[in-house]
């Protein structure tokens, strides 16, 4: 069963540092991008970026690029989404998902999320 | 960059009834969109991709249509565990927006 797993849920402070993460089996995680996205409160999804672990080939959304890194450890089947220095707009929900092998970029399993808040 | 316009954003239903929710593309995507379904606290569940493929394990009373700019997700007959929000997403190697979403509600 292909299973998608993110650590637990994180209250930072503004300035902090964060490096959640997300964990792959019952398939091949080194053969299918992985993404990132982003839900904050009372709002809709937004796709932040994916990486290809085999060799780590990422792209992100205009809108993140710089703001966060997206890496994976295929070694482990782990996918990282990191923050250098939160800020309260960072207040979100966030999920990982793995896209299908066909060539298409949609996403076929997702992880449970991870609610990332950050308050002073 | 391409932009994903879900109508409407809101919709009350009955159980038993035939709903549509609209996606619209700034540009055409031929059929490079998929739908996902979100319910609080559980992890979203993809619908459909390539605008009308049902994903395995998917009840048939989901359907997608459309290509170009205008897609459709179409619920024939509502259960109770339909009441969730959907999202259309288009998708390609560099990009993948969604719509802002539609609140399925019960009447």
């Known amino acids: 069963e292909v299973q998608l797993v993110q650590s637990g849920a994180e209250v930072k402070k503004p300035g902090e540092s964060l490096k959640i993460s997300c964990r792959g089996s019952?398939?091949?995680?080194?053969?299918?991008?992985i993404g990132w996205a982003r839900q904050m409160p009372g709002k809709g999804l937004e796709w932040m970026g994916i990486?290809?672990?085999?060799?780590?080939?990422?792209r992100y959304s205009p809108s993140f690029q710089g703001q966060v890194t997206i890496s994976a450890d295929k070694s482990i089947s782990t996918a990282y989404l990191q923050w250098s220095s939160l800020k309260a707009s960072d207040t979100a929900m966030y999920y990982c998902?793995?896209?299908?092998?066909?060539?298409?970029?949609?996403?076929?399993?997702w992880g449970q999320g991870t609610l990332v808040t950050v308050s002073s | 960059d391409i932009q994903m316009t879900q109508s409407p954003s809101t919709l009350s239903a009955s159980v038993g009834d035939r709903v549509t929710i609209t996606c619209r593309a700034s540009q055409s995507i031929s059929s490079w969109l998929a739908w996902y379904q979100l319910k609080p606290g559980k992890a979203p569940k993809l619908l459909i991709y390539k605008a009308s493929s049902l994903e395995s394990g998917v009840p048939s009373r989901f359907s997608g249509s459309g290509s170009g700019t205008e897609f459709t997700l179409t619920i024939s007959s509502l259960q109770p565990d339909d009441f969730a929000t959907y999202y259309c997403q288009h998708y390609n190697s560099y990009s993948g927006t969604f719509g802002q979403g539609t609140k399925l509600e019960i009447k």
């Open positions: 990486i290809y672990p085999g060799d780590s080939d990422t």
């Open positions: 998902a793995k896209t299908d092998l066909s060539g298409s970029y949609f996403f076929d399993n």
């Open positions: 019952g398939y091949n995680f080194t053969i299918y991008w």
